[in-house]
């Protein structure tokens, strides 16, 4: 009987053994990995595009893409015949500026400190070579950001655009455009011209000078630098 009474104990402690949940044990390890990623202090940035322009009011898009802004002869006949009275270009140039802002307000600068003939030591009149900045919402530049992409609905840049005037400027500058705070990429137009006077003898701008026909003739050369300065 006692022995009987060891067996069904041996029993029971096994059924209770086998009853209870299984406990792994395993060792753990890990390796640390250092990352690291470098996002330069980038600044803004342009890409300039100069378009050689023929007729009044032509499409910037539809002209000749060139390197240098050559005038050439100038001429002192208007298009119906009659004398201007004073030397002019039928041609005029566009540049396209097209704007990386990288998220910096930023303004689009010209600067010439003249057209000068070095030969002669003479100069043309300052107000006779003429900037017009200009904005059209047609041109789309989506650049860095779809979101920044231009409205064509409008003609208003959403930043503040520059007034005509001379583009020569000495030793300063002047500005083509001053971006928005949000610093939406842009493309924008600078037109560089040597133009007569309008119809009825009216002056491009304010401080318009002519190029008297009395003007000694040589080859009047200069340089036109256009920058892009961040602003905070």
Not at 63 to 75: H, W
Not at 82 to 92: F, I, N, P, R, V
């Amino acid at each position: 009987m006692k022995k009987l009474n060891i067996m069904l104990l041996v029993m029971l402690i096994g059924l209770c053994v086998t009853s209870l949940p299984r406990i792994a044990f395993a060792g753990v390890d890990h390796a640390d990995v250092p990352v690291s990623a470098n996002i330069p202090d980038a600044t803004p940035e342009i890409t300039v595009v100069v378009k050689e322009l023929n007729t009044p009011g032509q499409y910037p898009s539809d002209g000749t893409t060139v390197d240098t802004m050559s005038f050439g002869q100038l001429t002192h006949t208007l298009s119906d015949g009659t004398d201007a009275g004073l030397w002019y270009s039928e041609k005029y140039y566009c540049a396209l500026i097209y704007t990386s802002s990288w998220g910096h307000p930023y303004e689009i600068r010209s600067s010439c400190a003249g057209l000068s003939d070095n030969a002669l030591s003479l100069s043309l009149p300052a107000g006779s070579f003429v900037l017009t900045p200009g904005y059209a919402g047609a041109d789309r530049w989506v650049g860095l950001d779809p979101t920044t992409a231009q409205d064509t609905t409008t003609d208003d840049p959403p930043g503040d655009l520059g007034t005509i005037g001379s583009a020569i400027t000495g030793g300063s500058y002047t500005v083509i455009y001053a971006s928005e705070p949000a610093a939406s990429n842009r493309i924008i137009r600078a037109f560089y011209s040597l133009p007569p006077k309008g119809p009825g003898g009216v002056d491009p701008y304010p401080d318009y000078e002519p190029i008297p026909l009395t003007q000694l003739g040589g080859t009047y050369e200069g340089v036109v630098t256009i920058t892009i300065a961040a602003l905070g």
